[in-house]
């Protein structure tokens, strides 16, 4: 097995494991990169049917790119789509800076969408590569009635067995990419042919690394047009992946209390 076989190998066994011990269950559908190869991998884990509903947490400030690709890909994938909205920014934390809390709506939006469906499990596409708060996750990671993520005390993981207690009115976040990293993605994305956005690949010099908000994200500099192309800028970039996401050039501070209160 090389790389990559092992990261899939890993991830099958995790999805696997959280629809076996986690129901009801779903899946986190953003529509990016990370996302899109979860979903790959779940159809691959279940002989090509995806068992449970993925769920799309919309702010309806998405590019308008990502709602065609939902609408296309929940058909060829014949997936079950569970939409969720998020409350107006004007309900947020007015102390959090003005990017995060316009990402705090996800956070209320998610923890609706838990109550409203008495998620046991929701599986989720972060990896610890993508931020420091990220990289203090577990696989299987659970929140509290209040939704909230005890960063301090996190069950051990040991020979991958993981933990998953079942108190009223908790929920677990299974991440199955949190081992990945960004380039491993992109290879993967090529070996397997995934259907991506068309705003990972360069138009007129500038591509997103990252998709978010229409309002809160921005292209980088790059001539990478083509999966290939993508791989080999990795290869030798120092830009962050989310660079050009406005919430991670505010304060440490504010991304970490998004998290700890329920944020992905």
């Not at 899939?8 to 959280?18: K, T």
């Amino acid at each position: 097995m090389d790389h990559l076989d092992q990261l899939e190998a890993q991830s099958v066994f995790i999805l696997r494991e959280a629809y076996r011990k986690l129901k009801p269950l779903t899946m986190l559908w953003s529509l990016g990169k990370d996302s899109n190869v979860m979903v790959w991998l779940a159809r691959k884990a279940f002989m090509g049917r995806v068992p449970f509903p993925v769920m799309h947490v919309d702010t309806g400030k998405k590019f308008p790119e990502m709602y065609a690709f939902r609408d296309e890909y929940t058909k060829k994938w014949n997936l079950d789509l569970l939409l969720g909205y998020c409350p107006p920014v004007e309900e947020m934390d007015p102390t959090l800076p003005p990017a995060a809390r316009s990402a705090a709506r996800k956070t209320v939006g998610l923890a609706n969408m838990i109550e409203a469906n008495k998620l046991q499990g929701v599986i989720a596409g972060i990896r610890r590569d993508e931020q420091g708060t990220r990289a203090k996750e577990r696989v299987f990671s659970p929140r509290g009635a209040s939704h909230k993520w005890d960063i301090r005390n996190q069950p051990p993981e040991f020979w991958d067995q993981y933990a998953t207690p079942h108190e009223e009115g908790m929920h677990i976040r299974v991440h199955p990419l949190l081992s990945w990293r960004e380039i491993d993605i992109w290879r993967y994305v090529e070996r397997e042919n995934i259907p991506l956005v068309d705003l990972y690949f360069s138009k007129e010099g500038k591509r997103y690394r990252s998709l978010g908000d229409s309002d809160i994200t921005s292209p980088v500099e790059s001539n990478a047009s083509t999966v290939a192309e993508v791989i080999a800028e990795l290869e030798t970039t120092k830009t962050s992946e989310r660079a050009g996401r406005a919430m991670d050039h505010e304060s440490e501070d504010a991304f970490e209390r998004l998290r700890v209160a329920g944020y992905l």
